[in-house]
Nanobody, 127 residues
């Protein structure tokens, strides 16, 4: 079983920054890829960023590439999402994800049919 707890969301003005954290516990997480997704009101959940087990390979959605940075600390079983130059369209509930297969490549997150999910953290960007 995997438990994921996100934190770090909040209200920020356009152009501001936030850093999200996701602490993982349960089964060994240091060899699993991890990722972030988001869901805005009235929209489907969408992929944001993913990172492989070692932290040396990352992948981003076009909409956040160059503004967001995903990283991880395997000693702490924690993945981070540094969000800079935030825009109102980034407003959403952000979810941490681990593929149910516990695969190690970021593609295992992006292409997963099933993920473990956290409870989500709200990010609101005011214009």
């Amino acid at each position: 079983q995997v438990q994921l707890v996100e934190s770090g969301g909040g209200l920020v003005q356009t152009g501001g920054s936030l850093r999200l954290s996701c602490a993982a516990s349960g089964r060994t997480m240091s060899t699993a890829a991890m990722g972030w997704f988001r869901q805005a009101p009235g929209k489907e959940r969408e992929f944001v960023a993913a990172i492989n087990w070692s932290g040396h390979a990352t992948y981003y959605a076009d909409s956040v590439n160059g503004r967001f940075t995903i990283s991880r600390d395997n000693a702490k079983n924690t993945v981070y999402l540094q969000m800079n130059s935030l825009k109102p369209e980034d407003t959403a509930v952000y979810y941490c994800a681990v593929p149910s297969s516990l695969g190690s490549a970021f593609s295992d997150v992006v292409g997963a049919t099933e993920n473990y999910w956290g409870q989500g953290t709200q990010v609101t960007v005011s214009s």
